[in-house]
Structures are given as structure tokens and as C-alpha cells.
């Protein structure tokens, strides 16, 4: 998958976040690449997105899709 910004990729993974129900937290974020990871040790998820110079986009390099955690469900406190 190609994007044309490295905040382009960054809003396709919150959008990914919020659908999957699972919080992640980002490894490696530079102005060329970025590395994100699920929250809870026990989980291996990771996504690793990196600038193709050849492209001149920002390229998915790898994509571990199988979690090993439980979706999260927050309730929310009533005010």
C-alpha cells in the first residue's frame, strides 16, 4: 500500500485503531519512516512504513496483521 505522505499513513492507522478497537503506539517516528506496535507486550502487531524513493511515496514495507491481544471495549463514565 502507497501513501503520499507519511501524515496521510498516520490517519490511515488511527482510522485502522478506531475500527479494530485496539490501541498501538508508535516505535519509530521520523520524517522518513514510521513503526507502530500494539500497546500490550503479549501482542506481536507491528506496521512499518518507509519513504520509496523511487516511487516518491511512503511505502508499506511490513505488516504483521494477527493479533494476539482481545479488542479493548472502554466505557465511558457518565457526567
Not at 52 to 61: A, D, L, M, P, V
Amino acid at each position: 500500500m502507497e501513501f503520499g505522505t507519511l501524515a496521510e499513513f498516520k490517519y490511515a492507522l488511527r482510522e485502522y485503531s478506531i475500527f479494530m478497537g485496539r490501541e498501538f503506539k508508535w516505535k519509530k517516528n521520523e520524517k522518513q519512516r514510521a513503526r507502530e506496535k500494539c500497546k500490550k507486550a503479549c501482542c506481536d502487531w507491528e506496521i512499518y512504513c518507509a519513504k520509496n524513493e523511487h516511487k516518491n511515496c511512503f511505502q508499506i514495507k511490513s505488516f504483521k496483521h494477527e493479533h494476539k491481544c482481545c479488542r479493548e471495549i472502554k466505557k465511558q463514565k457518565n457526567k
